[in-house]
């Protein structure tokens, strides 16, 4: 099974709806993030958690935000969602530390019609 | 300013060939690490290899190696004998000691390996 998974894989919706991307993780870590991808872009930071208690702001987080329902769950919410937030979302956990690379969940396809 | 700067958008390489992929970087932090992922068209990320800043030897894994020259602030990526399978989107990425926990990604190079 997966280390990180993320449900939906695949999504479509209208605007101004309200849609929830969901992500677990069987890693044991403490720290998860989200990201999304623009075709030729990389990938931006929306928001990151130490732990169940504390989440922060990534570089691009208006009109997202989170929940850390528990360690191993991070989901991140769209309250209304915008043609420009057709992306491809990525979850990701590590351990703290510089040293410590990220492991990705396979990637949420959303589009927002 | 870009904190990760990948200047080649596209690469063919013919197969069996050395490649490199650049990239340089920007942080005042003396504590940070380098990363890179590879992103076939499928489109999950790989890690393939990482480079603290305190490290003196340049990192290495099977086919990959990290060409580290931390006085220029560079982190190239080197495979060897590339295959047709390395076809894919490659970022370079930084993780800082200071500032916002997470990855900085570059913009990426789209490597294809021509047989």
């Known amino acids: 099974d997966a280390d990180v998974t993320q449900t939906p894989r695949n999504r479509i919706t209208k605007t101004g709806k309200r849609i929830m991307l969901e992500c677990s993780q069987t890693?044991?870590?403490?720290?998860m993030y989200w990201y999304r991808q623009d075709p030729g872009l990389g990938l931006r930071l929306i928001y990151y958690s130490f732990d169940v208690k504390d989440i922060n702001k990534g570089e691009i987080s208006d009109g997202y935000s989170v929940s850390r329902q528990a360690q191993a769950k991070f989901s991140l919410s769209l309250e209304s969602a915008i043609p420009n937030q057709t992306a491809l979302y990525f979850c990701?956990?590590?351990?703290?530390?510089?040293?410590?690379?990220?492991?990705f969940g396979p990637g949420t396809r959303l589009t927002v019609t | 300013a870009q904190k990760i700067t990948q200047t080649q958008p596209g690469m063919f390489v013919q197969e069996k060939e050395a490649v490199t992929l650049d990239c340089t970087y920007d942080?005042?932090?003396?504590?940070?690490?380098l990363f890179w992922y590879k992103q076939p068209s499928s489109g999950e990320m790989i890690f393939l290899i990482y480079?603290?800043?305190?490290?003196?030897q340049n990192a290495t894994e099977g086919r990959y190696s990290l060409n580290f020259q931390k006085a220029r602030k560079s982190a190239n990526l080197v495979i060897s004998a590339s295959q047709l399978g390395d076809s894919a989107m490659y970022f370079c990425a930084m993780r800082e000691a200071g500032g916002a926990d997470g990855l900085t990604f570059g913009k990426g190079t789209h490597l294809i390996i021509q047989p």
């Open positions: 890693k044991g870590h403490d720290r």
């Open positions: 480079q603290g800043s305190y490290d003196e």
């Open positions: 990701a956990t590590s351990e703290s530390g510089t040293g410590n690379e990220q492991y």
């Open positions: 942080t005042s932090d003396q504590s940070y690490g």
